[in-house]
């Protein structure tokens, strides 16, 4: 069992070089174009819903533009496949002088699936002057199944199940989870340490640099007079907007990805590295409270789905990241639990609007849950059970959680779709 906990941990977690819906469009548009070669004429894309949701209005790194087709372009023209996530690194100012003219030239035309109800969906087709390449990628951000140059089929590989990982969290309850991260050998784990370190080095870029709203940089000049408790809260708030303003506001620096997205990844570990480096708790036990804080995460991801009308940020990784704080601050395993529950009790509901500059605020507000929730927890404060959709043990808040998001929120999700369907996002 370990070894399946582990091997979900690690696989769950990858860099990722700006928001993965638009890297995951530019990916199947590179593996499209790498397949066939010659002079692009046309790109076609076909996606589903949820992710032309998430990438409609995100900036693409090293750019001033933004949206999906921008990124189906960069990626054809200039995208390196085998970077994966990272398919958009070394973007030039000569390779976005040609997408922009396919785009501007009409040369990109995207499909929404609308009927479409399941995972991530994306068929994209590269016309060149040899031919028609075709990729298609499913389920995951990553999960290339299919890549065609013609009529020859270079790749085509269904895997069995391409998100094992996220079953195989779905399949434990979180106490299963926090026996895990308690007795886990440190050096098995410490590659999570390595990974958060890409996120530390996110926010220093968003301290550092206007991108997006300046959350963060606004939030570090606004909390000077922090003291005490109350400077964790602010600092873990202000941590995670700036990594957010840096994400979505184009910086050229990857983030540490958790089931599928950076903003969860962002969320569920800049608040625990704050609270650690102001406590100055050994590296083992953030290993172990970075390890629960990301578990718990995919578990609650495998419940309400990977893109869905929930800001997974607040709802999802907020709650895994308040039982890595109440771990990293001594907790018992029921101070640890009502710490996930007075985040479920508290940020529940905060819709998901696609990703876009307002992810600092949701992200900051869910990263500022997650440290109140374990500070109070740690006060013995919890929520009764059956108040709202907390439930008798955590383990029936977080299926209740996953009923509202799926079904429960599918209508909310249309709407939100058409409205962003009423608008074009170019250029910022």
């Known amino acids: 069992m370990d070894t399946e906990i582990l091997r979900t941990l690690r696989n769950s977690l990858a860099p990722a070089l700006g928001v993965t819906e638009p890297a ?3 990916l199947g548009a590179a593996e499209a174009y790498r397949a066939v070669g010659g002079e692009i004429k046309r790109i076609t894309l076909k996606i589903d819903p949820a992710l032309y949701k998430m990438g409609h209005a995100c900036m693409i790194p090293g750019t001033r533009r933004f949206g999906l087709e921008i990124a189906a372009a960069l990626g054809a023209i200039a995208g390196q496949p085998d970077l994966r996530l990272q398919v958009l690194q070394g973007v030039d100012a000569d390779s976005l002088t040609q997408a922009v003219r396919l785009v501007e030239a009409g040369n990109i035309r995207l499909e929404v699936l609308d009927d479409h109800e399941g995972g991530i969906h994306i068929d994209a087709q590269v016309t060149t002057s040899r031919g028609n390449g075709v990729a298609v990628i499913l389920d995951s951000h990553d999960n290339v199944v299919f890549v065609s140059s013609g009529e020859e089929r270079v790749y085509d590989a269904r895997r069995v199940d391409p998100e094992r990982g996220e079953k195989q969290a779905q399949g434990l309850e979180w106490r299963e989870i926090l026996s895990f991260v308690r007795r886990v050998d440190p050096e098995s784990i410490q590659f999570v340490l390595d990974m958060a370190g890409l996120n530390q080095c996110l926010l220093e870029e968003g301290l550092a640099q206007d991108f997006g709203l300046g959350v963060g940089r606004a939030m570090s000049r606004l909390g000077e007079a922090c003291a005490g408790r109350e400077a964790l809260e602010f600092r873990a708030r202000r941590d995670v907007a ?3 303003d840096a ?3 184009g910086a050229s620096v990857p983030a540490m990805s958790l089931a599928g ?3 969860h990844g962002i969320t569920a570990s800049l608040p625990i590295l704050a609270v650690a480096a102001d406590l100055g708790v050994s590296e083992v036990l953030v290993a172990r409270s970075l390890a629960l804080s990301f578990l718990l995460t995919i578990h609650l991801k495998s419940l309400a789905g990977r893109l869905s009308a929930f800001c997974g940020c607040a709802a999802t990784a907020a709650v895994g990241a308040s039982a ?7 907790g018992s ?9 007075i985040v479920a009790a508290d940020v529940t509901g905060i819709i998901c609007d696609g990703a876009n500059f307002g992810c600092s605020l949701k992200t900051s507000t869910g990263a500022g849950s997650a440290v ?4 109070l927890a740690m006060e013995n404060i919890a929520v009764p059970p059956q108040c709202g959709i907390v439930g008798a043990q955590l383990e029936e808040t977080l299926l209740n959680i996953g009923r509202i998001s799926v079904p429960g929120m599918r209508g909310t999700d249309k709407t939100i779709l058409e409205i962003l369907q009423s608008r074009q996002v170019s250029e910022f």
């Open 24 to 26: 995951a469009v530019a």
């Open 242 to 244: 700036a990594a957010c």
């Open 247 to 249: 994400r979505l506001g």
């Open 261 to 263: 997205s950076g903003s």
């Open 324 to 330: 890595g704080l109440a771990l990293l601050l001594g």
């Open 333 to 341: 395993n029921r101070q640890i639990g009502n710490a996930a529950e």
């Open 372 to 375: 109140r929730a374990a500070l």
